[in-house]
């Protein structure tokens, strides 16, 4: 009778892998041709007893490599499995492939299991990627773009030049933008308009102390 094979069973069989190892200890450890085992399996398809069985039982080396020089932590899917091959099993996370990346660098590359890599990372005491620092809502509502006529210059500047020009604020205007910033209907359209009225006249260089009386009573 044909044997059957084991990494076929271990998809979604493996107490029949199970009982094929226990008839047959010395499958354990074989390996295709491409180094594929029935420890990759176990890792890739999440049968976290029968990856415990194959490392404490059958005495299968947790590092055991692929032909790329991948542990099965390289094909882990889901952070219970990861969590049980370092903390229960004692792989390797550190262990590199033959192109010089972990596990995590290349899980992050493939971006399925985005879940295993942060966990992989965290063992190993790496920083996230620069993208996981942004939340969600950053990501939905992204700062608007400045008009295309606005150039922004950053630098740095002494206190004396911040505080420059303070004492020149005109009091009237100080006082009115005060007022608008109490009223109770501040976020009203009508005086949202007022509070842009007094702006855009401060910025001509207009003295509310001088200004007409029209918009003056438009203000109040």
């Known amino acids: 009778m044909t044997q059957p094979n ?11 892998v199970l009982s ?17 085992s029935l420890l990759h399996a176990a890792a890739s398809y999440g049968h976290v007893d029968l990856l415990r069985a194959l490392v404490r039982e059958f005495n299968v080396d947790v590092n055991l490599l692929d032909e790329d020089e991948e542990t099965c932590l390289f094909v882990t899917e889901r952070v219970d499995i ?9 792989i390797d996370y550190n262990r590199r492939n033959e192109e010089g990346l972990a596990a995590y660098e290349t899980i992050e590359s493939d971006g399925s ?14 920083p996230g990627p620069v993208a996981d620092s942004l939340s969600a809502e950053d990501a939905l509502n992204p700062a608007p773009p400045l008009p295309r006529n606005l150039q922004v210059n950053l630098g740095t500047m002494s206190e004396q030049e911040a505080n420059a020009g303070t004492s020149e604020v ?11 910033a109490a009223r109770e209907d501040f976020h009203s359209e009508a005086t949202q308009d007022q509070l842009r009225q ?19 009573r438009r203000m109040e």
Not at 21 to 33: G, K, V, W
Not at 198 to 216: F, Y
């Open 20 to 36: 094929l190892l226990r008839s047959d200890p010395s499958i354990a450890s074989n390996q295709d041709e491409h180094g594929y």
């Open 198 to 216: 007094l702006v855009m006249d401060a910025i001509q260089g207009s003295s509310v102390g001088t200004q007409d009386k029209d918009v003056r």
């Open 170 to 180: 005109d009091p009237e205007f100080r006082r009115r933008i005060d007022e608008l």
């Open 82 to 90: 990861a969590r049980c091959l370092v903390e229960e099993l004692g």
């Open 6 to 16: 084991p990494y076929i069973l271990a998809a979604d069989n493996p107490t029949a």
């Open 113 to 126: 299991f985005p879940e295993v890599a942060a966990y992989i990372r965290q063992v190993a005491g790496l």
